[in-house]
C-alpha cells in the first residue's frame, strides 16, 4: 500500500535560533531585510543568517549571505556541516542549505556565530 507524507506548513524558526544563541551567550546583531546586504559587506568576517526554517519536506534549511560568496562557506556548510546545498544565488551572494536535524542546524547557528560577526534577519 502506498502512504503518502503528511504536508506540513513552512514554519519560521528564527525566534528559536535567537533564543538559542542567547541561551549559549553568543555575541549576535539583530538587523532589518533592508541592512541584510550592506552588514554582510563590512569584512570578510561578516555573516548574515537570513533565514532558518522548516521545509514543507521536514528538512530544516538556513540561508546564509557573505561578503564574496567564497568558496569556503560552500565548502564549510556541505563538506564540514554535511548539509545539502540547495542554492546558491551568485547575485545577491547567498547559500541555502539544509538538513534533516533541527539541533544539528542549531549547533551549526552557534558555530557561524562563534566563527563569524553573525547578524541575524529579523
Known amino acids: 500500500m502506498v502512504e503518502f507524507r503528511k504536508k506540513t506548513l513552512i514554519q519560521d524558526l528564527m525566534p528559536e535560533a535567537i533564543e538559542y544563541l542567547k541561551k549559549q551567550q553568543v555575541r549576535f546583531t539583530t538587523i532589518t531585510e ?10 570578510s568576517k561578516a555573516m548574515v ?5 522548516r521545509t514543507e519536506k521536514g528538512m530544516y534549511e538556513i540561508k546564509v549571505q557573505d561578503k564574496e560568496l567564497y568558496k569556503y562557506t560552500q565548502k564549510l556548510m556541505r563538506d564540514i556541516f554535511q548539509m545539502r546545498i540547495t542554492d546558491i544565488d551568485t547575485k545577491n551572494r547567498i547559500i ?3 538538513r534533516p536535524e533541527k539541533g544539528i542546524v542549531l549547533d551549526i547557528i552557534e558555530i557561524l556565530g562563534v ?3 553573525l ?3 529579523l
Do not use: C, G, H, W
Request: net charge positive; no cysteine.
Open 34 to 43: 533592508n541592512q541584510a546586504d550592506q552588514a554582510s559587506r563590512i569584512n
Open 49 to 53: 543568517l537570513r533565514s532558518f526554517i
Open 115 to 117: 566563527k563569524y560577526n
Open 96 to 98: 541555502t542549505a539544509e
Open 119 to 121: 547578524s541575524i534577519v
